[in-house]
């Protein structure tokens, strides 16, 4: 009876032992590989009446132009992300710097052969997933929509730090770590009023890239451990 309740002892004593917590990987330096913008803005309106096709198709052509003058816009959107990556990962208390002469298929510019990477130390791939304007099935409000992937991995063997997609504005869904709400000033009543407004557009999608660096930044600061 004695000995069975010493191992009765000894079985919760083990039972009570905390679980064994990963140690989070050191990460002092990250190059961050330049973002390149995606190939196309989308306008898209989910509010139009099955059976409307005429208001589809004219919406349709209406997005493609309104895409085609906000062209400098989206071509910025890349050099904008990776300068605001870099310093929102400074201001982390990282050594964030710009990789430069990293090689990229010009049809496919995110298909990198990370092996041939010109650094060794760890290195950030971030990528757009979706750009555009959305105005969802029971709404008329048009706000934007800014779609992520993002990857900190280990040049020397390829081994994944940190990966991620984070949704912006249409898609959120409310504000966690994959999650990004819209800012609420970047809201129009209207397909309209969406295209008489270019340069609030344009700003819409500069603060999807802040909020966004912001977020990727804290992610992987959360998922790191400082220098010894």
């Given at each position: 009876?004695?000995?069975?309740?010493?191992?009765?002892?000894v079985?919760?004593?083990?039972?009570?032992?905390?679980?064994?917590?990963?140690?989070?990987?050191?990460?002092?330096?990250?190059m961050?590989?330049?973002?390149?913008?995606?190939?196309?803005?989308?306008?898209?309106?989910?509010?139009?009446?099955?059976?409307?096709?005429?208001?589809?198709?004219?919406?349709?052509?209406?997005?493609?132009?309104?895409?085609?003058?906000?062209?400098?816009?989206?071509?910025?959107?890349?050099?904008?992300?990776?300068?605001?990556?870099?310093?929102?990962l400074?201001?982390?208390?990282?050594?964030?710097?710009?990789?430069?002469?990293?090689?990229?298929?010009?049809?496919?510019?995110?298909?990198?052969?990370?092996?041939?990477?010109?650094?060794?130390?760890?290195?950030?791939?971030?990528?757009?997933?979706?750009?555009?304007?959305?105005?969802?099935?029971f709404?008329?409000?048009?706000?934007?929509?800014?779609?992520?992937?993002?990857?900190?991995?280990?040049?020397?063997?390829?081994?994944?730090?940190?990966?991620?997609?984070?949704?912006?504005?249409?898609?959120?869904?409310?504000d966690?770590?994959?999650?990004?709400?819209?800012?609420?000033?970047?809201?129009?009543?209207?397909?309209?009023?969406?295209?008489?407004?270019?340069?609030?557009?344009?700003?819409?999608?500069?603060?999807?890239?802040?909020?966004?660096?912001?977020?990727?930044?804290?992610?992987?600061?959360?998922?790191?451990?400082?220098?010894?």
């Open positions: 009876m004695a000995l069975a309740f010493t191992g009765f002892l079985l919760a004593g083990c039972g009570s032992r905390p679980a064994t917590v990963a140690e989070l990987p050191t990460v002092t330096r990250v961050v590989i330049p973002v390149a913008p995606i190939k196309k803005l989308h306008t898209e309106n989910k509010g139009i009446p099955l059976g409307v096709l005429w208001q589809s198709i004219a919406d349709r052509v209406k997005g493609s132009e309104f895409n085609e003058r906000m062209e400098s816009v989206r071509k910025d959107m890349g050099p904008k992300m990776t300068a605001a990556l870099v310093a929102q400074n201001a982390q208390g990282y050594q964030a710097q710009a990789l430069e002469g990293v090689s990229r298929p010009a049809a496919s510019p995110d298909n990198i052969d990370y092996g041939l990477l010109p650094t060794s130390e760890p290195v950030l791939h971030v990528y757009f997933n979706e750009v555009g304007m959305s105005s969802a099935r709404s008329t409000d048009y706000v934007p929509r800014v779609n992520l992937s993002a990857y900190l991995m280990t040049a020397k063997d390829g081994d994944t730090v940190y990966s991620e997609t984070i949704y912006y504005g249409a898609d959120a869904s409310g966690s770590s994959g999650s990004v709400p819209a800012n609420a000033r970047d809201r129009w009543g209207s397909f309209g009023e969406l295209v008489a407004q270019p340069q609030a557009v344009a700003r819409s999608y500069d603060d999807a890239v802040t909020a966004l660096a912001t977020r990727i930044a804290k992610n992987i600061r959360a998922n790191t451990a400082p220098p010894r």
